[in-house]
């Protein structure tokens, strides 16, 4: 038995789903869409709704005068392509449960977290970057429920779980 809850619940899977394959030979025939998902538009539980719905925390080597130059620009450009997120201090030190430099981005639409993250993919040059979900449970959300580009770095998360 999984701890998880089935990721069906709360679905409707009375109509069987076609086993045919598109003109690609590869990919499934999905059935006819009725109505898009309602997580193209809002975040799912547990995700808050009464802040943003994601962090970016974008790491680099602060002891590498590239990474350091580079961390600096990505960061003015995120400012200035993407002004309508929440963009915090460019810190030069490890910070928190961060264990080198970094700075912090929100997002606070599922659009807005999809347009970071794909712009994020290819433009993050040596930067990795840690993204989680904000719900109730800060420690599951930078351990269980964070998604890496790049290299995961360990977090200091002891002070997270109280």
């Known amino acids: 038995m999984s701890p998880y809850p089935s990721p069906l619940e709360g679905i409707d899977t009375s109509v ?5 394959k598109n003109a690609d030979g ?32 974008i790491y680099y080597m602060q002891a590498v005068p ?25 810190w ?8 080198v430099a970094m700075f912090e981005v929100n997002t606070f639409t599922p ?3 999809g347009a970071l993250f ?12 840690l993204i989680h979900p904000n719900t109730d449970d800060e420690f599951k959300d930078h351990t269980e429920l964070q998604t890496w580009m790049g290299k995961p770095w360990p977090l200091h998360t002891d002070f997270l779980k109280q």
Do not use: M
Not at 16 to 20: D, H, K, R
Not at 26 to 55: C, H, W
Not at 92 to 99: A, F, L
């Open 26 to 57: 590869k990919s499934l025939t999905n059935l006819p869409p009725t109505t898009l998902s309602r997580a193209y538009t809002e975040f799912v539980e547990p995700i808050t709704k009464d802040n943003n719905g994601f962090d970016f925390h």
């Open 118 to 129: 794909s712009w994020l993919a290819v433009n993050r040059g040596p930067c990795s970057v």
């Open 66 to 90: 590239a990474q350091l130059e580079f961390a600096r620009e990505l960061h003015e450009r995120i400012r200035r392509e993407f002004p309508e997120l929440r963009i915090y201090t460019f």
């Open 111 to 113: 659009h807005q977290t």
């Open 16 to 20: 069987p789903l076609p086993t045919t």
């Open 92 to 99: 030069e030190k490890p910070i928190g449960p961060h264990p």
